[in-house]
């Protein structure tokens, strides 16, 4: 290690999971240094969902500490690559997206990453920009540089091979195109989650094969979800968005296991669990909330959010921003009154009457504070009314006129 840059890779290396190879990180930032310029940073992100989450937080909040170091962002949405769809980790071939899907899901993502990236120091690319151009000559040149037996060496392909389970072609080539993204936009270093490992090597290998320089691996470790049990993901359900409301990701952390909030302090957090630790497991718990929304939006809404906490979920009061539901015309009968299994479907507090019936059965029903015991009842919708389901859902229930 260069003993100039020890305390740099040291920061660099904090609540990583993989830097791969070390010495040569120091190499580079002392090239940098030489020529004057910034290490360029990449990282891809896979538009298969509209919102980025706490598990993207976590590698946005690294990048954005390489930034901090002095270095550059260079952020690669895979427009193109999830046309193909990333295997790793699965067990089974991903369905193909459409090109409409993915620039709809794309819309907000630059929004979403300036909550934590400096957008002075971000370089925002779409992979389309250079795989689209791509003939199938240079496609088979890229292939030619890369063995089956090497993409076998992956945990879920030898897995799947052993297995007899299919593996596409095409799945084949979504390292390799990702591989190309860090030719394309000369990556220095490249950082990702835990799981994009092998992804991030097989692109120091293609950088090599187009003489450049191989990138720097350096992945993260994937968060674990809101269950407790698996990493975050939109597919299974138990994540946060990084576009959710305050209150909402307030909410959402003040649920999570009394096990992942170390993990949450140091991956989402400047602070670390010891101190805190003379506090009760709840207090640690809202700080860790305030800490997490204060970084995302700001200490006014961290501030908004932990009262409105309070108010709903500790004196059992309301959220002064209630959801508004209006309750169409055709549901509201000539007396004026509805159904109170109307107001719960079209509320979207229940998937299906059984459910909306069971939650009253159980008394977890409310009307403008009253408990609703009934499934007969047809309450007057004359005016703007408060429903509540369990603890935590509120709407505003606005009759609209025929």
């Known amino acids: 290690m260069v003993d100039n840059f020890k305390d740099e890779i040291t920061k660099i290396k904090t609540g990583t999971a993989d830097l791969i190879p070390e010495d040569e990180l120091a190499d580079k930032l002392k ?29 946005l909040r690294k990048l954005r500490q390489l930034q901090d170091l002095g270095h550059q962002a260079v952020m690669v949405v895979g427009d193109f690559t999830r046309r193909i769809g990333d295997p790793s980790g699965r067990s089974e071939t991903r369905e193909i997206m459409g090109a409409k899907e993915i620039e709809e899901n794309m819309k907000d993502y630059e929004r979403q990453v300036f909550r934590i990236l400096d957008p002075e ?45 299919p593996i596409s072609i095409l799945e084949f080539i ?60 939109q597919t299974r359900g138990n994540y946060i968005g990084i576009n959710e409301a305050p209150e909402t990701i307030y909410g959402k952390i ?28 709840k207090d640690q718990k809202k700080e860790l909330a305030y800490e997490i929304v204060s970084n995302i ?54 998937s299906s009457r059984s459910e909306a019936r069971r939650l009253i059965d159980q008394g977890g029903v409310r009307l403008d504070d009253e408990r609703v015991t009934e499934v007969d009842f047809d309450p007057l919708l004359e005016e703007d009314r408060i429903l509540q389901v369990g603890k935590k859902k509120f709407a505003r229930l606005v009759p609209e006129r025929a």
């Open 31 to 59: 090239l940098a240094e030489e020529e004057d310029r910034p290490l360029r940073v990449k990282l891809g992100v896979d538009p298969s969902s509209p919102d980025l989450t706490l598990g993207h937080a976590v590698v």
């Open 297 to 350: 939006y700001s200490e006014v809404e961290a501030n908004h959010a932990e009262e409105e906490f309070e108010t709903v979920f500790e004196q059992n009061g309301k959220p002064e921003e209630l959801k508004e539901v209006r309750v169409p015309a055709d549901r509201i009968k000539e007396d004026g009154t509805v159904w109170i299994l109307d107001l719960l479907e079209v509320s979207g507090f229940v």
């Open 174 to 233: 979504y390292p390799l195109a990702q591989a190309y993204d860090s030719v394309a936009v000369d990556a220095d270093i490249e950082i990702g989650g835990a799981d994009q490992r092998f992804n991030l090597i097989v692109g120091r290998h293609i950088q090599r094969e187009f003489d450049q320089d191989p990138q720097i691996v350096l992945t993260v470790p994937l968060l674990t979800g809101t269950d407790g049990t698996d990493a975050m993901s």
């Open 121 to 165: 120091r971000t370089e925002f690319r779409y992979n389309s920009e250079w795989l689209g151009k791509l003939t199938f000559e240079d496609i088979i040149e890229l292939t030619s540089k890369y063995t089956v037996a090497r993409m076998l060496e992956r945990d879920d392909f030898s897995t799947r091979y052993a297995n007899n389970q």
């Open 254 to 281: 003040m649920s999570i296991t009394d096990e992942t909030m170390p993990e949450y302090f140091e991956l989402l957090t400047d602070l670390s669990l010891d101190e805190v630790e003379d506090l009760h497991p």
